[in-house]
């Protein structure tokens, strides 16, 4: 199989929301036209424990409802709608392709508060009512040096559908906005009888509405894995190689952070950390002990 490099993987996520696939800095240049948008999607990632995680990505496209009431359109079956690339019988939604080069990905380059802009461009202007990422059939994983399959079950669609209803976005210019997507490797990978399924779970976010936690673990030797949570929401983090981490696209709210370590140091728990939109919870330095 062939691996993309760390350098071709930003270059292609580069792309945010939109129809080519081009720089950001060549969007925010040149001013969008009448009856147009210029959209951004960042691809970030929610760990799970491997070394490497290969995804096969063929297009990412949008659904754009271009209609003055798009609220109308809340009760439609965008299952049923997203599962073709046509919308039939209504002319107000229109499929824009985001020319995302098709490739194998390797989706844990993108942790701990590291973004990749999938795509960037302008697009018609309207209520963006679906993202669609195809899948190919190319998936693998490497656990403790070893390479295994990542099929997609059988009864699973090869693609992934991000449903939305037009203004989740941040709009951090007129007529320019973005939108983060949070690939959960965690919750997408699941194992049986030794074998690797994929079953994607994206979740999406924007950094100036969700609040975010960040730390550094020590030692190095620990290899700890960060899991925070409270009654309604979980989320992931493995330290870098300096220990750093970070988790964002997290609501306002009162978290416990688990710090499940390994090779003989001992657990711990931090709790009542409140994390805000408004600031960053920053942990500081977090020593674990044999």
Known sequence: MKK??????????????????TACNKTSSVETPVGMQSVSVL?????????????????????????????RKDTCDWD???????????????????????????????????DTLLATSTVYKGAIRLIKIELGTSHSLIKDSVSYPLNIPSNEKPYVLIKLK???????????SRLWLDFDISRSIVEKNNQFYLKPYIKFFTVKSTAGISGKVTPKEAQAVITVFNNTDTAY????????????????????????ASNGYADTTIRNVVVSKTKEAQLGLITLKK
């Open 166 to 176: 037009g203004n989740e976005w941040d709009e951090y210019l007129p007529n320019k």
């Open 80 to 114: 049923r709608i997203g599962s073709s690339r046509h919308a039939k019988n209504d002319s107000s939604l229109v499929w824009q392709d985001l020319g995302v080069k098709a490739g194998v990905y390797d989706i844990l380059k993108l942790r701990n508060g590291v």
């Open 237 to 260: 983090a493995l330290p870098n190689h300096e220990g750093f981490f970070k988790i964002r696209g997290l609501k306002d709210g009162n978290y416990a952070v688990f710090v499940n």
């Open 4 to 21: 993309t490099t760390p350098f071709k993987l930003i270059a292609l996520l580069a792309i945010s929301v939109s129809i080519v696939f």
């Open 43 to 71: 691809l970030t990632d929610a760990p799970g424990v491997f070394d490497n995680v290969f995804i096969d990505i063929k297009s990412v496209s949008l659904l754009i409802d271009t209609s003055k009431d798009t609220r």
